[in-house]
């Protein structure tokens, strides 16, 4: 059964910084892409970041380019996100989302419980 | 950048139909997907590449796709469709992931 665990998340001051993880397990967890979305309090979905499996490829949202790198550690089977420069408007639930295979790409199939990040004075 | 619209919501009775629909200049060239989401929990998807249902997701969900609109649709609607139901799909590029602002269903 695929498990996504996301850890990290907290309370941070305006140009801090916090690194977010996402503990995989349940599938060959360096076969699949993997995202960042996030959700604002009482908001809609964002989507911030994608990485490939093998890490060639790394997109971002405008919103949080320049900011947020993400990265993983397949011998870890684990993802992150590295959030530098936050802002008030970063505060949210980040979920972890597994990409689908091949065509289902990119649909998210699978999506960790999320982890929330506060930023705020 | 690139921009998903959905209406932000839509009311039904049980037993009807509810329809909520999805506009975007790259659909005709990405597929949709569609997620449901109740308060306090994680998105689930209940439709990918415009129309397949996944295993485990109620036949009353359908979805259906037209130029630059997708629409999902849910028959004989349930109290427990009462949830936000959003739309993602890519850019022309298919490098960036992008989200509708998500649409409240509310079963009257």
């Known amino acids: 059964e695929v498990h996504l665990v996301e850890s990290g998340g907290g309370l941070v001051k305006p140009g801090g910084s916090l690194r977010l993880s996402c503990a995989a397990s349940?599938?060959?967890?360096?076969?699949?892409?993997m995202n960042w979305v996030r959700q604002a309090p009482g908001k809609g979905l964002e989507w911030v970041s994608f990485i490939s499996g093998g890490s060639n490829y790394k997109y971002y949202a405008d919103s949080v380019k320049g900011r947020f790198t993400i990265s993983r550690d397949n011998a870890k089977n684990s993802l992150y996100l590295q959030m530098n420069s936050l802002r008030a408007e970063d505060t949210a639930v980040y979920y972890c989302?597994?990409?689908?295979?091949?065509?289902?790409?990119?649909?998210?199939?699978?999506w960790g419980q999320g982890t929330l990040v506060t930023v705020s004075s | 950048s690139y921009e998903l619209t959905q209406p932000p919501s839509v009311s039904v009775s049980p037993g009807q139909t509810a329809r909520i629909t999805c506009s975007g200049d790259?659909?005709?060239?990405?597929?949709a997907y569609w997620y449901q989401q109740k308060p306090g929990q994680a998105p689930v998807m209940v439709i990918y590449?415009?129309?397949e249902r996944p295993s485990g997701i109620p036949e009353r969900f359908s979805g259906s796709s037209s130029g630059r609109t997708v629409t999902l649709t849910i028959s004989g609607v349930q109290a427990e469709d009462e949830a936000d139901y959003y739309c993602q799909s890519a850019d022309s590029s298919g490098k960036y992931r992008v989200f509708g602002g998500g649409t409240k269903l509310t079963v009257l």
């Open positions: 590449k415009d129309s």
């Open positions: 790259a659909l005709p060239k990405q597929f």
């Open positions: 989302a597994r990409e689908g295979f091949g065509e289902l790409s990119p649909s998210l199939d699978y």
């Open positions: 349940g599938f060959t967890f360096t076969s699949c892409s």
